[in-house]
T-cell receptor, first 114, second 116 residues
Framework: ETGVTQSPTHLIKTRGQQVTLRCSSQ?????VSWYQQALGQGPQFIFQ???????GRGNFPPRFSGLQFPNYSSELNVNALELDDSALYLC?????????????FGSGTQLSVL | AQSVAQPEDQVNVAEGNPLTVKCTYS??????LFWYVQYPNRGLQFLLK??????LVKGSYGFEAEFNKSQTSFHLKKPSALVSDSALYFC??????????????FGTGTRLQVFP
């Protein structure tokens, strides 16, 4: 088990709504990234936060946004939900000096959009 | 663009037999390669990585991976499979265009089923 915790574990929303997912990083980790894992697919990088600023983004529209707080916890916000947003959302933390080399993932939030 | 391919959706192996989960990559330059495992209702867990050095990389839970530059492959192996190894395995490559991030490009995953 990693020290990365995510909440909630499951969520059901309807199309057009907004959702906020939360993540607490592993102790001592200063970088958090978010991934979307659609059914039957590998995780896809959404974005990363370091020092409370976004410092990298994948191919996701602006309605996907995030925050990182001084205690390194993070939120993922998705506006105007679409059916294709249904997926497992994974948070991962790391030390910036180890960036890209070892990620610690949480168990994810399963989002269903109806 | 970087990518990894996992040609097998599922691999079946009997307990005690050796296992191989295949991965090929396409990267410009030197690749940073990874294997992660995902158990049901759990997040991904890091198994091992190849950055540079020996082509045979040893990781967690007795797994190892062999980097082959000429074949652009990074196959995951274990000499003797356990039923508890049954899980979903992902190969990944670091995105060289996003050096300052944790952006990994994952394959589609291979489900490993180990039968008693």
């Amino acid at each position: 088990e990693t020290g990365v915790t995510q909440s909630p574990t499951h969520l059901i929303k309807t199309r057009g709504q907004q959702v906020t997912l939360r993540c607490s990083s592993q102790s001592g980790h200063n970088t958090v990234s978010w991934y979307q894992q659609a059914l039957g697919q590998g995780p896809q990088f959404i974005f990363q936060y370091y020092r409370e600023e976004e410092n990298g983004r994948g191919n996701f529209p602006p309605r996907f946004s995030g925050l990182q707080f001084p205690n390194y916890s993070s939120e993922l916000n998705v506006n105007a939900l679409e059916l294709d947003d249904s997926a497992l959302y994974l948070c991962a933390s790391s030390l910036y000096r180890d960036r890209g080399e070892k990620l610690f993932f949480g168990s994810g939030t399963q989002l269903s959009v109806l | 663009a970087q990518s990894v391919a996992q040609p097998e959706d599922q691999v079946n192996v009997a307990e005690g037999n050796p296992l191989t989960v295949k991965c090929t990559y396409s990267v410009s330059g030197n690749p940073y390669l990874f294997w992660y495992v995902q158990y049901p209702n759990r997040g991904l867990q890091f198994l091992l990585k190849y950055i540079t050095g020996d082509n045979l990389v040893k990781g967690s839970y007795g797994f190892e991976a062999e980097f082959n530059k000429s074949q652009t492959s990074f196959h995951l192996k274990k000499p003797s499979a356990l039923v508890s190894d049954s899980a979903l395995y992902f190969c990944a490559v670091r995105d060289v265009g996003s050096y300052n991030t944790d952006k990994l490009i994952f394959g589609t995953g291979t489900r490993l089923q180990v039968f008693p």
